[in-house]
Every structure is written in C-alpha cells, then in structure tokens.
C-alpha cells in the first residue's frame, strides 16, 4: 500500500458520513493511463445506448480464488479443458502478455482486479508463513485492487488488516527474515463492518480514472461469510447484506459523478450441464446466489467480476434496471484470467460496451500433434519459456525456506484415499480424518471424533511425488494440503441427547440450519439418515460401538474448534462442557495418526447410512 493510501483510511474512518469519507476518496486514490481501441471478440458482449457519444476505451483483467497457489496445481486441479495451467510465474507472464495485447490496441493501462479468497486454504508454501508471500507476489505480478473473500478472515481480523497494513506476524515475527511490507494493491471490504462503529474494516470503494472517466470499484465478501470461517476471529465484525451495501456505496459514487460501477463481489454462481463440460466462457443453464444479488443491484453496474464457487463462465445477467450486468469469474487457483474489453461514453460518464473472454493460464509444452508433453509419471512438463524471472525468484525464496518441512515423510497409504463422498455423504478420507482426530484425543477422554467436509480440501495421493518420495509414502506438505486451516482440536462433554441435536443440525430446516453439511464420524459411531423426513426426525439408529446412544448419558466429543465455534452452522456444537484443547493443530492430528499407522488404508466410508 502507497503513502497516499495508508494516510487515507485512518482519516476517512474519522469522518462522520460516508459522503464526506467518498469525497476524500475519490480526491486521493490515483488514476489509470489513457485507453484506446477496441480488443477482439469475446463470448459475452454488452453494449448499452448511452447516446452514442465519444467514448474512451479501457481493459480490466481479474481472477479470483487463488488460494495460495503459488505452484502450479497438480492432477485435475492444473488442467483446464486438458490444458496444463496455473503457477504464480506463469500467470505474472500470462497478464503481461494481455496487458500488452490491450496498449499495443490503445486501450492503455489495464486495471487488474480480484474478487477475493486471494489467501486462505494456502499450499504451505505460503501458509507456512501466514500468507505473506502470496501478497508479496500479488503486488509483484501487478493486481491493483481486491476484494476480500470467507477466507481472507481465517486467522481473523486482526491478521487481515496486518497482512495489509504490513508488520511483522506478532507471535511468529518475519520468518523469512526481510520484513512485511503490507499489500501495495487495495483491499475493499465495503460489507464487513465494526459492531461498534458501523464502519468497514478496510476501504469500501476505489476509484480510477480512465481517460478522465471515472470507474469506480466496490468489493465485498459474501453475507454468509460467517458461516464458514471460525467465529472465534469475527466476533467483533459484521457481514452486512451484499444489495443493499453496493447499491449504498454505488449511490455515493453516483452522488458524486462516478456512473461506471464496477462490483468485486465474493459469490458466484456456475454452468450447468447440458453441456457435460462448460465452456470457458460461456454462461449455459446458469443459476447461484449472484443472479439474484445482480437483479437487485443498480443499472450504474455494469460489470462483477465474481468469486467463490470455483467456477469458470462469462455472463449477461439483468440488473435492477432491466440491462445487462456482464458477471464473470476466472475458476479458481490463479490457472485463468478474465480478459475485459470495455469502453466509456464520455458525455455519459457511464460504460457503452463490455466484451470479456476467459483465457487459460498456460504452462506447459505443446507437441506437434496438439497434446501436452508429460514426464514419467504423468505429470506435465513446464515451459520454461513461459516463467516469468521476477515471481519466480520471489517464490523460489519461499520453496526454498519450506522444502525441508514440506518434504518430510510422516507415513505411507497403501492407495490414493479420495475425499469424494457417497450416495451416504461419508467420504474414505473423511473416515481416517475423524479416526486421526479421535486418536490424537484420547487422553482427553474423547469418544467420537467429528470432521466437517469442507474443511478436508485435498485427497491423499498414492503416486504424487512432490518431494521425491516413494509412490505411497505421504509427506508433510501432502497432509498439509488436506488440512491448510491451523485448527485446533477441542474436545468437549455432550448428552446423547445434545449429540442427535448436532447430528440433526447437519440438515437444513434444524436449529437455524440453511445448509446441508454431513460430517465425517470416527470408527465405533454408526447412525443412519432420512433425508426425506422431517426436521428433527432425520437421524434415526444413533449408537457408539453397537450400543444405542443413550440421551441422559454423557460422551466426550472431538472437533475441530472452527465447528466447536459454531462454523459451519452447528451451533450446537458450542453447547458442549469441560473443552479440552489438544497441543498443536488438526494437520498434526493427521501426521501423527498416519506416524502411527503406516501403511494406512482408505476409510470403508460405511459408518453413516442414508435411507432416503
């Protein structure tokens, strides 16, 4: 972050209106070079009848969803429609080649964008050091501005604003030894807001002039953000309604002459089939929470350039006004980037053509008979005609410093244990996370083990070799891939009666619940379901170890603390007594368990049983 800026929030935050603080903005953030002619033609054009004015021509690029990825992904991951892509070297090369591409057409400077989960379920390339060298090399591979996503509020508030702000990690210090700078590109937050303020955590709004046009930029998270983070470093925050925040500050910018909105929006929306396999950049059968939130959103909104789902596609969707909102997202893991063509009607002040295509992040070698060169083992071979020398030192200082605890074997499987579940929601890896996680407490007390799905972000891998390593044996970085969120692991004491509450709480209808969320169980605890039944009455045949769960008894229960907080949406799981804390994190639960049980085979997945 520039002078300018890192001045400008602690005084904007003191301003008593929200006009007044858009006022100082829009006179202190600086302004993009002069653009020009028009690109080439893209799956989704939107042109609007403004009069037909003079206009000035621009070019965003986006993505969204990073996660960390500073290697390229292996295995399904790193293949887009077949091509090999993704790699933080390669997409700094993919976006100079594009921003290029827009000057040489004279559309000048582009302005490039993210929406969110720029961090967060990190590789332990950067999660070992909190994430610092992903936001070292998005400012070195040029993003401009972000919203924030779920993820970014991992570790908190607090670390957010670190991580933005810059300083040194306050118990783990500047690991690498150079220092943290902070992000130079911007972070918006226009809908986590201070209970005791009202006012956001970070900026709202951002403004850019281009050719003497204003565009101005809203970012935000989604609503649910709540839900899925730990609650434990968002207590003193809010998530605030995701229409009713961009229409305000898009109001405000419109108050004040800015009629080209541009929403940096954390929520997304997918392709459906027909087709089998979506198109880049198509928008077939498309539905998710962003159609809604873009119907209610002011016709000033031109383009969102949209997050979270992992999804790829490029849409018309129609906004308050009845026009046509261009809505896009770049998948997920830095392997496409959204290329945006727009133009600006002068007179108007408001956008009179928005074309976009998604273009893949390629990094690997073509032969002559159009497929991709792979080695041995089947993995792609990089080009490295296609590095870029400047992201590439910087994160090769960071493979350098991780290798060792990355590469370490901790044990050995004796097949690939998949994450995919079942017609029953019981995954294989599912199975052994819940047994890793009962056996690291058992001198706590603990009973059962319970695991949420989403937190499980990886399967295991019989044949990768990341560090050189035997096919089956399974390295530090491996499992930490599996599970990137430094939890703890609490055990607590539940009734039997408090366990079927949490147990019907992972159906939506029951305590609050709005989404269906299976957990993964330890051996011993078996149960069936009715999905079909009614709320409250889904969970039927509860028993540990044969025996019926009695409801007056007491069990000790392991969890996560993201669930034991009440992520996810169990609320019940925070009712519990006597909390326990076990040393170190989830992911050392997992090593420790794999340590202690080499080789280890895949969960049967046959612990929970559905009905109907």
């Not at 042109?47 to 070019?59: E, H, I, Q, W």
């Not at 669930?563 to 006597?578: E, P, Q, V």
């Not at 080789?599 to 612990?607: F, L």
Request: with cysteine.
């Amino acid at each position: 972050m520039d002078g300018s800026r890192k001045r400008l929030w602690p005084v904007l935050r003191t301003l008593a209106t929200p006009a007044a603080a858009l006022a100082v903005a829009i006179a202190l953030v600086p302004s993009s070079a002069p653009a020009g002619s028009p690109g080439a033609l893209t799956p989704v054009s939107v042109t609007y009848n403004n009069g037909g004015g003079k206009t000035v021509k621009g070019s965003f690029l986006s993505y969204n969803d990073f996660h960390g990825a500073i290697d390229p992904p292996t295995g399904s991951s790193g293949l887009i429609t077949g091509v090999p892509a993704g790699g933080v070297e390669y997409l700094a090369t993919s976006l100079k080649k594009l921003r290029a591409e827009a000057k040489a057409e004279g559309r000048g400077r582009s302005i490039t964008v993210g929406a969110g989960d720029l961090i967060g379920a990190s590789p332990l390339v950067s999660a070992a050091f909190h994430d610092e060298p992903t936001i070292e090399l998005m400012d070195e591979v040029g993003l401009d501005i972000s919203s924030v996503g779920n993820h970014e509020f991992d570790e908190g508030v607090s670390e957010l604003i670190r991580l933005n702000r810059g300083g040194c990690h306050p118990v783990d210090g500047c690991q690498d030894g150079d220092g943290f700078a902070g992000a130079r590109f911007t972070y918006l937050a226009a809908n986590t807001v201070y209970k005791k303020s009202g006012l956001p955590i970070l900026p709202p709004v951002e403004v850019r002039l281009v050719d003497g046009v204003p565009v101005g930029f809203v970012g935000m998270t989604l609503e649910g953000t709540p839900g899925i983070v730990n609650p434990a470093g968002i207590k003193d925050v809010s998530f605030l309604d995701e229409v009713e925040t961009a229409n305000k500050w898009g109001g405000l910018l419109r108050a004040f002459g800015v009629k080209s909105l541009v929403l940096l929006l954390h929520e997304g929306g997918q392709q459906n089939s027909p087709p089998a396999t979506p198109v880049l950049s198509d928008c077939a059968n498309f539905s998710g929470p962003v159609v809604d939130i873009v119907k209610g959103l002011r016709p000033e909104f031109g383009l969102v350039v949209s997050g979270h789902t992992h999804r790829y596609y490029t849409c018309a969707l129609p906004n308050s006004g009845g026009a046509q909102t261009v809505v896009t997202s770049a998948g997920s893991n830095g392997t496409l980037i959204t290329d945006i063509d727009y133009s600006l009607d002068k007179r108007t002040g408001r956008f009179a053509e928005i074309v976009a295509r998604n273009v893949i992040v390629e990094n690997g070698i073509k032969n002559a008979d159009g497929t991709w060169q792979t080695d041995p083992a089947g993995a792609p071979v990089r080009n490295p005609a296609l590095v870029d020398p400047a992201a590439k030192r910087i994160a090769d200082k960071y493979r350098a410093a991780v290798a060792p605890i990355a590469n370490r074997v901790v044990g050995s499987i004796t097949a690939t244990i998949s994450r995919d579940v079942g017609a029953n929601q019981e995954s294989p890896l599912g199975d052994v996370i819940a047994d890793a996680q009962l056996a690291y407490t058992q001198a706590n007390g603990a009973q059962i083990a319970l695991m949420n799905p989403g937190g499980i972000r990886a399967a295991l891998p019989y044949d990768s070799q990341t560090g050189g390593e035997a096919p089956g044996q399974i390295t530090y970085g491996e499992a930490f891939t599996v599970q990137p969120f430094n939890n703890l692991v609490v055990t607590q004491t539940f009734t039997g009666a408090q366990l079927k509450d949490v147990l019907e709480q992972q159906f939506v209808g029951f305590g609050g619940q709005t989404s269906q969320r299976v957990l993964q169980v330890s051996a011993g605890l078996t149960y069936s379901f009715t999905s079909t039944a009614a709320a409250g009455s889904r969970v039927s045949a509860l028993a540990l170890n044969g025996v019926p769960i009695d409801p007056a008894a007491t069990y000790r229960v392991t969890t996560n603390d993201f669930l034991a907080n009440g992520g996810d949406g169990f609320t019940n799981l925070t009712l519990g007594a006597d909390r326990t804390t076990a040393p170190g994190f989830d992911v050392d639960a997992l090593v420790t368990y794999l340590g202690a049980n080499s080789p280890v085979a895949p969960g049967t997945a046959g612990r929970i049983t559905r009905l109907g």
